[in-house]
């Protein structure tokens, strides 16, 4: 069980602290599919991501005054006289965006490959946990600069709550500290700004025990069967996360250097202002369509509902899609669907964007259908009437052609290490 | 490949080449989170202050804030400097003449922050206890300072510091 280590000091250490055996083990005796490919990557670049936000978070912090008649001028200055201010807190705006970019690739990767299905069902529903922390988060950082949006994205978010029947008002009262967003709200906004990305880690922490419970699932969906469907861990998939890291990094470095503010909205530019509304008030793009959804029901009550209901029906959905395959390359008609939703996700994010007027209400009443037809009717009619595809006995089979795969696993060499 | 195996090899260079230049932007993205914890901009543009010392009579001292800290500007009596100037310098345990304390004798300019462990030493107020040797007295573990400032007893290593500073008129003194 324990690892042999070479470095005395290491062994002394692994002895009384077993660190270095735990490492050994995750990531190295880890068994790992051997046929994962790039969609993969995106869990581990959504851990990173996590450290970059948290360390120019706590970075920018050092500079920042949560008080309304400071903020947006405690903001100006670490642009113009901290040093590298400008770029931390263009590191930290920009990086909520691929964080989220990440995150929700992430997702449609998990959603593409059945990645939710036993035994994985907690595993994603962590997921689905981690997500609402995100967006709280999210949603609280906004407000600090206190520019136009900060203040206004507050009022509209905070006043969703005010849709719930008898104490609603009493509960938006007790979210502001006041009778309208103020420096209370900031106040308690910066500590929980400050607060749940720790939240967030804590999650993540379950999120990988359980992930190491059963591992990877893997583009075919098939279970590891024998030590020929697997490789180690390390150096295999650290080398390919590395090297999706670079290829995320220059990404990321190009949109935080020419195009900094292209996520952002100009209107938070301007200090808040308690008594003028700007005309058009979008939240932060991530958030687009969930807001599609909240507008397009034209009732109170019902938009706040339908809006968390979006989220809820991806925490129900191991239990919506009951097919017993998971990977969508065997599933004919799930696949066309699949693609159906992504640009229905589009289309939402789209309408979102725009005014609520004309034809766009049309259009997102169409997409707000649709999207919780796709859950709600079609994942479970799916389950019944779809014929799959053959599946492959193992992850080896398709790759050293038919039946080959299973015996005498025993006997095929790894691959050298160096 | 059995000859891959002998001495370097390509891959052993692409490790290295991989490592450096990982390492090296890793140490360029770090230091952008070292720098910011430095004077900002607008701190070290409040670096200077001018000081008009005829506001300062003689036998008075005041006290200004320069970059966050209390400076010193005494106007001292022509029996302070005397007393200064008599003392041998292989008395003092940081031995500086007293013409090299002041540009103009009549007005001692000296940071207020004790040498020992940057508490403030009393002697500004004529109520002040100033020490055995009537310049200045540090109540924080006792350190006595003399009229020109220079330490005679107790922990402290160094004399009070002397701010760079010039006078922009007769009187007005740009410190910093
Ligand atoms: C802070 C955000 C998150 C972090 C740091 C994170 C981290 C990870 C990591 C490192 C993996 C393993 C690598 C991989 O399979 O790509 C993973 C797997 C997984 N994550 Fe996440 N994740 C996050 C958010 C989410 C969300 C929001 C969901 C779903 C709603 C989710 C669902 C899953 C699932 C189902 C797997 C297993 C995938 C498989 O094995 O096929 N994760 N996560
Ligand atoms: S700080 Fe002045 S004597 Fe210690």
């Given at each position: 069980?324990?690892?042999?280590?070479?470095?005395?000091?290491?062994?002394?250490?692994?002895?009384?602290?077993?660190?270095?055996?735990?490492?050994?083990?995750?990531?190295?005796?880890y068994?790992?599919?051997?046929?994962?490919?790039?969609?993969?990557?995106?869990?581990?670049?959504?851990?990173?991501?996590?450290?970059?936000?948290?360390?120019?978070?706590?970075?920018?912090?050092?500079?920042?005054?949560?008080?309304?008649?400071?903020?947006?001028?405690?903001?100006?200055?670490?642009?113009?006289?901290?040093?590298?201010?400008w770029?931390?807190?263009?590191?930290?705006?920009n990086g909520?965006?691929?964080?989220?970019?990440?995150?929700?690739i992430?997702?449609?990767?998990?959603?593409?490959?059945?990645?939710?299905?036993?035994p994985?069902?907690?595993?994603?529903?962590?997921?689905?946990?981690?997500?609402?922390?995100?967006?709280?988060?999210?949603?609280?950082g906004?407000?600090?600069?206190?520019?136009?949006?900060?203040?206004?994205?507050?009022?509209?978010?905070?006043?969703?709550?005010?849709a719930?029947?008898?104490?609603?008002?009493?509960i938006?009262?007790?979210l502001?500290?006041g009778?309208?967003?103020?420096?209370?709200?900031?106040?308690?906004?910066?500590?929980?700004h400050?607060?749940?990305?720790?939240?967030?880690?804590?999650v993540?922490?379950?999120?990988?025990?359980?992930?190491?419970?059963?591992?990877?699932?893997?583009?075919?969906?098939?279970?590891?069967?024998?030590?020929?469907?697997?490789?180690?861990?390390?150096?295999?998939?650290?080398v390919?996360?590395?090297?999706?890291?670079?290829v995320?990094?220059?990404?990321?470095?190009?949109?935080?250097?020419?195009?900094?503010?292209?996520?952002?909205?100009?209107?938070?530019?301007?200090?808040?202002?308690?008594?003028?509304?700007p005309?058009?008030?979008?939240?932060?793009?991530?958030?687009?369509?969930?807001?599609a959804?909240?507008?397009?029901?034209?009732?109170?009550?019902?938009?706040?509902?339908?809006?968390?209901?979006?989220?809820?029906?991806?925490?129900i959905?191991?239990?919506?899609?009951?097919s017993?395959?998971?990977?969508g390359?065997?599933r004919p008609?799930?696949?066309?669907?699949?693609w159906i939703?992504?640009?229905?996700v589009?289309?939402?994010t789209?309408?979102?964007?725009?005014?609520?007027?004309?034809?766009?209400?049309?259009?997102?009443?169409?997409?707000?259908?649709?999207?919780?037809?796709?859950?709600?009717?079609?994942?479970?009619?799916?389950?019944?009437f779809?014929?799959?595809?053959?599946?492959?006995?193992?992850?080896?089979?398709?790759?050293?052609?038919?039946?080959?795969?299973?015996?005498?696993?025993?006997?095929?060499?790894?691959?050298?290490?160096? | 490949?059995?000859d891959?195996?002998?001495?370097?090899?390509?891959?052993?260079f692409?490790?290295?080449?991989?490592?450096?230049?990982?390492?090296?932007?890793?140490?360029?993205?770090?230091?952008p989170?070292?720098?910011?914890?430095?004077?900002?901009?607008?701190?070290?543009?409040?670096?200077?202050?001018?000081?008009?010392?005829?506001?300062?009579?003689?036998?008075?001292?005041?006290?200004?804030?320069?970059?966050?800290?209390?400076?010193f500007?005494?106007?001292?009596?022509p029996?302070?400097?005397?007393?200064?100037r008599?003392?041998?310098?292989?008395?003092?345990?940081?031995?500086?003449?007293?013409?090299?304390?002041a540009?103009?004798?009549?007005?001692?300019i000296?940071?207020?922050?004790?040498t020992?462990?940057?508490?403030?030493?009393?002697?500004?107020?004529?109520?002040?206890?100033?020490?055995?040797?009537?310049?200045?007295?540090?109540?924080?573990?006792?350190?006595?300072?003399?009229?020109?400032?220079?330490?005679?007893?107790?922990?402290a290593?160094k004399n009070?510091?002397?701010?760079?500073?010039?006078?922009?008129?007769?009187?007005?003194?740009?410190?910093?």
């Amino acid at each position: 069980m324990a690892a042999k280590f070479e470095n005395s000091i290491v062994r002394w250490i692994d002895h009384r602290l077993p660190i270095f055996t735990f490492m050994h083990h995750e990531l190295h005796e880890y068994p790992t599919p051997k046929n994962l490919n790039y969609w993969w990557n995106f869990g581990s670049l959504a851990g990173i991501a996590l450290v970059i936000m948290l360390i120019s978070g706590i970075t920018l912090a050092m500079h920042y005054t949560p008080h309304v008649d400071y903020a947006f001028d405690s903001v100006e200055r670490i642009m113009r006289d901290v040093n590298y201010g400008w770029l931390i807190r263009y590191i930290h705006m920009n990086g909520a965006s691929f964080f989220f970019i990440v995150v929700y690739i992430h997702i449609f990767r998990g959603l593409y490959f059945g990645s939710y299905k036993a035994p994985r069902e907690l595993l994603w529903m962590l997921g689905v946990v981690i997500m609402l922390l995100m967006m709280a988060t999210a949603f609280m950082g906004y407000v600090l600069p206190w520019g136009q949006m900060s203040f206004w994205g507050a009022t509209v978010i905070t006043n969703l709550f005010s849709a719930i029947p008898v104490v609603g008002e009493s509960i938006v009262t007790w979210l502001w500290g006041g009778f309208a967003v103020d420096n209370p709200t900031l106040n308690r906004f910066f500590s929980l700004h400050y607060l749940l990305p720790f939240v967030i880690i804590g999650v993540v922490v379950l999120h990988l025990v359980a992930l190491h419970r059963f591992g990877s699932n893997n583009p075919l969906g098939v279970d590891i069967k024998s030590a020929k469907d697997q490789i180690p861990f390390h150096p295999y998939y650290t080398v390919k996360d590395a090297f999706g890291l670079g290829v995320f990094l220059i990404v990321f470095s190009a949109v935080v250097f020419f195009a900094p503010n292209f996520f952002g909205e100009p209107d938070n530019y301007i200090p808040a202002n308690p008594l003028v509304t700007p005309a058009h008030i979008v939240p932060e793009w991530y958030f687009l369509p969930f807001y599609a959804i909240l507008r397009s029901i034209p009732d109170k009550l019902g938009g706040v509902l339908f809006m968390f209901g979006s989220i809820a029906v991806l925490f129900i959905l191991p239990w919506l899609d009951r097919s017993p395959v998971r990977s969508g390359q065997f599933r004919p008609i799930f696949k066309i669907f699949f693609w159906i939703l992504v640009v229905d996700v589009v289309a939402l994010t789209y309408f979102g964007g725009k005014p609520a007027e004309g034809w766009y209400v049309i259009g997102s009443r169409f997409a707000t259908a649709y999207y919780f037809i796709h859950f709600l009717l079609v994942l479970p009619l799916l389950s019944i009437f779809e014929t799959p595809r053959q599946l492959p006995k193992s992850i080896s089979e398709p790759v050293l052609g038919g039946g080959a795969g299973l015996a005498g696993a025993a006997t095929a060499p790894r691959e050298n290490d160096r | 490949m059995a000859d891959t195996h002998q001495g370097e090899t390509r891959r052993d260079f692409l490790y290295i080449a991989t490592a450096a230049v990982g390492a090296v932007g890793a140490a360029s993205a770090v230091w952008p989170f070292v720098d910011q914890m430095n004077p900002a901009a607008d701190v070290l543009a409040l670096a200077s202050i001018e000081f008009d010392t005829a506001t300062v009579t003689e036998g008075m001292a005041v006290t200004v804030k320069w970059r966050g800290k209390p400076v010193f500007v005494r106007h001292r009596t022509p029996d302070e400097i005397e007393k200064a100037r008599a003392v041998p310098l292989a008395d003092l345990p940081d031995p500086a003449a007293d013409a090299t304390r002041a540009l103009k004798p009549e007005q001692l300019i000296v940071v207020g922050v004790c040498t020992h462990l940057g508490c403030v030493p009393l002697g500004q107020k004529p109520s002040d206890p100033r020490g055995d040797y009537g310049g200045w007295f540090c109540p924080c573990h006792g350190s006595h300072y003399d009229t020109a400032g220079r330490i005679r007893k107790g922990p402290a290593p160094k004399n009070l510091v002397v701010p760079d500073y010039q006078y922009v008129s007769d009187t007005v003194v740009r410190i910093g």
